[in-house]
């Protein structure tokens, strides 16, 4: 007698395999009685394979002069850094000026006007030079100009708190120019909730106070 076609019935032995004797088929997916129960892996917990969730930082979440619960630098201690940080840079121009009306003042030669002339845009040459890396470089990688050093004060990004970078400080120094109009942009930390001006607003800086 011949087979029919088709997949072979998974309840019935396989050829060289006899069904128990008595017993009758099983159907598909069970085991027949005295056969061990299958055996599954554990289902992996809740959450298995997914990062934890830290929460987001929200500026709601912040007091009016706080920023991520740290203290912000309130105005004077920001006009004292700002203060100490145009004097240094200013010492170049002093030095200069001092040196070139000591050897020239008293003559009125084009030859000691030229020297004097000189010798004053050097000066001024070095002042800028010394205003980029201390206002730019050094305040770029470590939020701490010297006048912010001084005072335990910090510059950062209120994305990540963070320094802003040197190029980030260099575009927040010019556009300081909005905060000199009128000087109302550099009153605003005095009522500001961020304790901002504008520039910091534009940039979205905000500068910490770390004194103990």
């Not at 088929?25 to 892996?41: A, D, K, L, V």
């Not at 040459?125 to 206002?135: E, M, P, Q």
């Amino acid at each position: 007698m011949s087979q029919g076609y088709g997949p072979p019935d998974p309840n019935q032995p396989s050829p060289g395999q006899q069904q128990p004797y008595g017993q009758p088929p099983q159907p598909y997916g069970q085991q027949p009685p005295g056969y061990p129960p299958p055996s599954y892996p554990p289902a992996p917990p809740p959450g298995y394979g997914q990062q934890p969730q830290q929460p987001s930082y929200s500026p709601a979440m912040d007091q009016p002069g706080t920023y991520m619960g740290r203290q912000l630098a309130n105005w004077l201690q920001r006009v004292g850094a700002a203060l100490i940080d145009y004097l240094i840079t200013g010492i170049p121009v002093i030095i200069i000026l001092i040196l070139a009306g000591a050897i020239f003042g008293g003559s009125d030669s084009g030859g000691a006007q030229a020297g004097a002339g000189a010798l004053i845009g050097l000066a001024y040459l070095g002042s800028f030079a010394l205003a980029i890396y201390n206002r730019a470089i050094m305040q770029g990688r470590t939020g701490q100009s010297w006048g912010k050093k001084a005072l335990n004060l910090r510059l950062v990004r209120m994305a990540d708190g963070q320094p802003l970078g040197g190029l980030m400080c260099f575009v927040r120094d010019i556009v300081h120019v909005l905060d000199g109009i009128c000087l109302i942009g550099y009153l605003f930390p005095l009522w500001d909730a961020r304790r901002q001006t504008f520039s910091d607003k534009i940039m979205n800086s905000v500068v910490l106070s770390e004194a103990a």
